[in-house]
């Protein structure tokens, strides 16, 4: 098992990525991504998508899922179904510990509302279920600081 990345996950989000940049960056190389291309193609994903829908950490959990699932067969794709099912158990257990999955929701943006979870505890908490469930063994689990 090697060290892991999650601090490489927070240092990504202290250097200005947005959530979702800064885990599936972390882990491009894994996925077979260069991580400039990953850098790239997650840059809209942040804030929840831009308009604080889907939490930018949410989203990265499924690039990875995708990235790793995926049969990448562009003429008859065979692989869809059992990556959202990934998608589905990673989302719910992030769902349950954090209440939503909605940024707006996570960060108390509505009026009246209260912040559920810092931007940098859901990194945390999604870079932990990506090392738990898609890279299962390969990783030592994650003894650094807690973010609320």
């Known amino acids: 098992m090697t060290k892991s990345r999650i601090d490489a996950v927070i240092q990504n989000h202290e250097k200005n990525y947005n959530c ?3 885990i599936v960056c972390a882990y491009a190389d894994l996925a077979g991504v260069p991580a400039k291309d990953a ?3 997650t840059e809209g994903l942040g804030s929840g998508v831009g308009v604080y829908s889907i939490c930018g950490a949410v989203s ?4 990875l899922a ?6 990448g067969n562009l003429d008859a ?5 059992s990556t959202y099912e990934i998608d589905q158990r990673l989302i719910e257990r992030f769902r349950v ?3 939503s999955i909605d940024c707006m929701d996570l960060k108390g943006v509505r009026e009246g509302s209260v912040p559920l979870r810092s931007c940098k505890g859901c990194i945390v908490d999604c ?5 738990e469930n898609l890279f299962t063994g390969r990783f030592e689990a994650y ?3 807690e973010y609320s």
């Open 39 to 41: 850098f790239r193609m």
């Open 66 to 71: 995708g990235l790793l699932n995926s049969d």
């Open 143 to 145: 003894t650094g600081e």
């Open 20 to 22: 979702c940049q800064s």
């Open 60 to 63: 990265a959990m499924a690039v």
């Open 97 to 99: 510990k954090n209440g």
């Open 77 to 81: 794709p065979a692989t869809k179904k």
């Open 127 to 131: 870079a932990r279920l990506v090392e």
